[in-house]
């Protein structure tokens, strides 16, 4: 049997970071997904879809994302119930996220400045974030 979901979509809310009494750091967080088509008035709808991660990988997250985030998250879907204080059963169905993926870009200074930090002498690939030019005519150094 298989259980896996992959999503893509952007965080509604910064990470909610916690930890169980054994100390297992916990994230909770919602990704808003949009949908692959239109309703009838050709608006896009968007699902939210709550999700939960564990351990080393909650914390990490929690860490490099906020809310508007763009992120990729795979995992398996899980169902569970609870009674609340009220004594009403509740039931829960949520992602368990066990891998997760930034795809949000740096901010272009960012990106200019790692580049130009990461580049040594000699690199024929380092050209300061600028582009190689690869016509018939240039000489590649490969």
Not at 98 to 125: H, I, V, Y
Request: proline content about 3%.
């Amino acid at each position: 049997m298989i259980n896996r979901t992959v999503l893509i979509g952007r965080l509604t809310k910064d990470v909610e970071l916690r930890h169980t009494a054994k100390g297992d750091a916990v994230a909770s967080f919602t990704v808003a997904v949009n949908r692959q088509f239109t309703n009838s008035q050709g608006e896009r709808e968007v699902d939210f879809i709550n999700c939960v991660m564990w351990r080393k990988a909650a914390e990490n997250f929690a860490k490099y994302t906020q809310k508007g985030s763009l992120v990729g998250i795979e995992g398996r879907i899980q169902t569970r119930s609870y009674e609340n204080q009220q004594g009403q059963r509740v039931y829960v169905t949520e992602v368990v996220a066990e891998n997760f993926s930034l795809l949000d870009s740096k901010p272009k200074g960012n990106q200019q400045n790692n580049a130009r930090q990461a580049s040594t002498p000699g690199d024929p690939f380092a050209n300061g974030g600028q582009s190689i030019d690869i016509g018939d005519d240039s000489q590649l150094p490969f």
